[in-house]
């Protein structure tokens, strides 16, 4: 079983930066590929960008193309979200979850979730 913790959110400015890091107990971390979504108020949860077990791949929504990189040290069982050019719509709990790697892009593809953290992107 795999615990999840993020921290890193909070409030910014648009156009601000934020890195979102999710640390993870347990030894087998490099065994699980990683995701991360996000939800809004009264909005279904939604698929970020998730990094295969070893980090070689990557894969994001096209809404973060080129504003959101996902990286991961499994050295250190942690996985980062580093957000740049932060926009309203990019207000949200943002999610760490761990998974088989069968569906990178789906929550079903994800045993393992942390509780959340909040992100606010203000004007």
């Known amino acids: 079983q795999v615990q999840l913790v993020e921290s890193g959110g909070g409030l910014v400015q648009a156009g601000g930066s934020l890195r979102l890091s999710c640390a993870a107990s347990?030894?087998?971390?490099?065994?699980?590929?990683m995701g991360w979504f996000r939800q809004a108020p009264g909005k279904e949860r939604e698929f970020v960008a998730a990094?295969?077990?070893?980090?070689?791949?990557?894969f994001d929504a096209d809404f973060v193309k080129g504003r959101f990189t996902i990286s991961r040290d499994n050295a250190k069982n942690t996985v980062y979200l580093q957000m740049n050019s932060l926009k309203l719509e990019d207000t949200a709990v943002y999610y760490c979850a761990a998974g088989s790697g069968s569906y990178y892009t789906k929550t079903k593809g994800y045993d393992y979730w942390g509780q959340g953290t909040q992100v606010t992107v203000s004007s």
């Open positions: 990094i295969t077990r070893s980090g070689g791949a990557t």
């Open positions: 347990g030894r087998t971390f490099s065994s699980y590929a």
